[in-house]
């Protein structure tokens, strides 16, 4: 079945320091990507959907990348903040299904 | 635009007792979604809706859930004989032509089964 790999656990930043988070997925269907970002006590919001291979989204600072190739997508920030503590969601959607399939999530702190 | 609103934000029970979760989503979104989001871990689909029709809802942990939606709009999710194991947040969401279309989601209800 289809599924979603996200590398990073707990991820604890400096202020003004790079954030890179990587998912790989396996579907046999044509897939769509999307980041998602939960802060405490609240529901998932949506950061974005990833666009198109080889093209570059972004959202509040943030860049989403996707390698079709390498069956892969990753979501980057040059310089977090403090306000970006949160806990950062892959997630797939393939053609077959209407079920969206998240990553395990990473927990970013960043300290002031 | 209003977003998903879903009641009540928290509920305490002891196990063996029922609980009803409700959730009204986005005006206009047809398609509407049951997670269930263990403590440090992603949301897992229960079930959802396209209109008041269920497309899926082989993921229910058991016959001790349902769920309806029964004018295709406001949707409750109950649980009867809650227990330990239930605990967790319960989170709605909405979208329009559900599909691979972006989800909206609502604040969760956090339930803890003692």
């Known amino acids: 079945g289809d599924s979603v790999t996200q590398t990073e656990g707990p991820v604890t930043l400096s202020e003004g320091t790079s954030l890179t988070v990587n998912c790989s997925y396996e579907t046999k269907q044509y897939p769509t990507l999307f980041w998602y970002v939960q802060y405490p006590g609240e529901g998932p919001q949506l950061l974005f959907k990833?666009?198109?291979?080889?093209e570059k989204g972004s959202n509040r600072g943030f860049e989403a990348t996707y390698n079709k190739e390498a069956t892969s997508f990753h979501l980057q920030k040059a310089s977090v903040q403090e306000s970006d503590s949160a806990v950062y969601y892959c997630a797939l959607a393939s053609s077959g299904s209407w079920q969206l399939i998240f990553g395990s999530g990473t927990q970013l702190t960043v300290m002031p | 635009e209003a977003g998903v609103t879903q009641s009540p934000r928290y509920a305490v029970l002891q196990e063996g007792q029922a609980v009803s979760f409700w959730c009204d989503p986005i005006s206009g979104h047809d398609t509407l979604y049951w997670y269930q989001q263990p403590r440090d871990q992603g949301p897992q689909l229960l079930v959802y809706?396209?209109?008041?029709?269920?497309?899926?809802n082989s993921q229910l942990p058991s016959d001790r859930f349902s769920a309806v939606r029964p004018k295709g709009t406001n949707s409750t999710l109950k649980i009867q004989s809650a227990k330990q194991g239930d605990t967790a947040t319960y989170l709605c969401?909405?979208?329009?032509?559900?599909?691979?279309?972006?989800?909206?989601f609502g604040p969760g209800t956090r339930l803890t089964v003692l």
């Open positions: 809706f396209r209109d008041e029709a269920v497309i899926d």
């Open positions: 990833v666009p198109k291979a080889n």
């Open positions: 969401a909405s979208s329009f032509r559900g599909a691979r279309a972006e989800q909206f």
